[in-house]
């Protein structure tokens, strides 16, 4: 469990220098005046992006989705109907 932890802060702190150091990069890029080379970072992250959301397959996480709503829905249901088959009441 403490190596869990310890794995987990070390990626939180990778993470946090990983984007400390995009943000000095873009920052120098804009002081010394380099628009060009942003604009085609820019345009490779945004193709970047699209890859991702092209090859996720959302269809899938909303049918699984849909059917744990469905199945927590059917449960909570179940338990209404025991309860008011023994004849307790539930206030509104």
């Known amino acids: 469990m ?3 932890n310890k794995l987990r802060l070390q990626r939180r702190r990778r993470r946090k220098f990983f984007w400390l150091f995009v943000a000095a990069a873009v920052s120098a890029l804009l002081f010394t005046e380099h628009i060009a080379v942003l604009f085609v970072l820019s345009t490779l ?6 890859l991702v ?4 397959n959302l269809e899938a996480r909303d049918a699984e989705m849909q059917a744990a709503t469905i199945r927590e829905a059917g449960d909570d249901m179940s338990t209404k109907f025991s309860d008011l088959s023994r004849g307790r009441r539930r206030a509104a």
Do not use: E, T
């Open 2 to 4: 403490k190596r869990q």
């Open 45 to 50: 992250a945004i193709c970047g992006l699209m």
């Open 53 to 56: 959301v092209a090859f996720s």
